[in-house]
């Protein structure tokens, strides 16, 4: 982990060039297709959804009010956003581009002021900043 600035413009940049989105998307996508199919199942993904830590309520732990079946129908629900044909496998282009909306709406929240965040190493947000670096870098 590393704490880096950003902003929105740092992260739909980033989702922008299609090029460099979607080698990281795709990279992402290899690393979840454990039976190198090309296609992601339920239980391939469901790490990752579960690592999204949507009811997070303090650093990391899930609040625990919410009963397991309510937690499983929501993770289904977010697996159901990537399986936009209702296959109940996702493939690569449904992966490119429900991570292609996710990240958007994250730029969206992050707004035009830089903000001081703790991102994970070889997450999206990470891969954003990096760029942005190399840019400046490239431009300097």
């Known amino acids: 982990m590393s704490v880096e600035i950003l902003d929105g413009s740092t992260v739909r ?3 922008e060039d299609e090029s460099a989105f979607n080698s990281s998307v795709d990279v992402r996508f290899a690393a979840l297709d454990a039976d ?5 199942t339920y239980a391939e993904m469901a790490g990752e959804l579960m690592s999204l830590r949507v009811l ?4 990391g732990v899930d609040e625990t009010a919410v009963e397991a079946d309510e937690l499983a129908r929501l993770y ?3 697996f159901a956003r990537f399986d936009r044909d209702g296959s109940g496998k996702v493939d690569r282009q449904e ?6 909306e996710v990240m958007l ?12 965040m703790v991102v994970e190493e070889g997450s999206f947000l990470k891969v954003a900043v990096d760029r942005e670096l190399g840019q400046l870098a490239k431009a300097a």
């Open 13 to 15: 940049s980033f989702v």
């Open 36 to 40: 190198h199919d090309g296609l992601l």
């Open 56 to 59: 997070e309520k303090h650093f």
């Open 76 to 78: 289904h629900g977010l």
């Open 95 to 100: 992966f490119r581009a429900e991570m292609r």
């Open 105 to 116: 709406a994250v730029a969206n929240g992050l707004g035009f002021l830089p903000v001081q």
